[in-house]
């Protein structure tokens, strides 16, 4: 594929990237090696290969999730500073 100026200027528009006019040449010329790199794996034959969801295949070890009460409301609520029978009770930070 033939990266030109206006393609380069397009990419870095989407990047968010400013380019110094003086490097758009060097630019062009690395993005096409990419390019053309990324065409050969184009080439690989693949039919047999499944789809990876995830690069490894190790597993998250977790603790199964029980639910229980720790502590209890009267307990929770005894240092509060301001609270009801059931909450907390906090400033109002929304108009």
Same mark, same amino acid.
């Not at 968010?16 to 060097?26: M, N």
């Not at 977790?62 to 509060?80: H, M, Q, T, V, Y």
């Given at each position: 594929?033939?990266? #030109?100026?206006?393609?380069?200027?397009?990419?870095?528009?989407?990047?968010?990237?400013?380019?110094?006019?003086?490097?758009?040449?060097?630019?062009?010329?690395?993005?096409e090696?990419?390019?053309?790199?990324?065409?050969?794996?184009?080439?690989?034959?693949?039919?047999?290969?499944?789809?990876?969801?995830?690069?490894?295949?190790?597993?998250?070890?977790?603790?199964?999730?029980?639910?229980? #009460?720790?502590l209890?409301k009267?307990?929770?609520?005894? #240092?509060?500073?301001?609270?009801? #029978?059931?909450?907390?009770?906090?400033?109002?930070?929304?108009?």
């Amino acid at each position: 594929m033939k990266i #030109n100026r206006e393609t380069l200027k397009k990419i870095a528009h989407l990047a968010r990237v400013e380019i110094d006019p003086k490097d758009e040449d060097d630019l062009i010329k690395d993005l096409e090696q990419i390019v053309s790199w990324v065409e050969k794996l184009d080439q690989l034959d693949t039919s047999d290969v499944a789809p990876l969801t995830h690069m490894s295949f190790e597993k998250n070890v977790l603790r199964e999730d029980i639910a229980f #009460n720790s502590l209890p409301k009267e307990k929770g609520l005894k #240092n509060a500073p301001d609270h009801d #029978n059931d909450h907390f009770k906090v400033p109002k930070v929304l108009k």
